[in-house]
């Protein structure tokens, strides 16, 4: 084999494998201590809540019914990327509106 510098039993190294799967675990460390929630999820929930505000703007039910079904499909993508970076979907936001009577 070829030379080292120094006594080769005193270095103490964990194989290649083993050595990426711990930076990988301590990058999502840091991702889930530092930022709550991934940049990409963020902005699905503002795209969610333009369409929101649109639908409660709508002249038409078939406007407002697409606005809320663009808005539910965005809240869907948010939930998806928070899955793949591996941080809890936050729990749902109260709705501010009353309730109607039946």
Partial sequence: MGS???N?????????AERCVRSRLQ?????MLG?????K????????????SYAA??????DRAQLLRMRDG???????QDWLDGL????????LALAVPA
């Fill in 4 to 6: 080292t510098i120094g």
């Fill in 8 to 16: 080769s039993e005193d270095l103490i190294q964990a194989p290649i």
């Fill in 27 to 31: 990058r999502k460390e840091k991702c």
């Fill in 35 to 39: 930022v709550p929630h991934s940049v």
């Fill in 41 to 52: 999820a963020q902005a699905y929930r503002r795209k969610a809540a333009m369409c929101q």
């Fill in 57 to 62: 703007c709508a002249r038409s039910d078939t």
């Fill in 74 to 80: 965005c809240l869907r993508l948010a939930a998806n």
């Fill in 88 to 95: 809890p979907t936050p729990p749902p936001v109260a709705a």
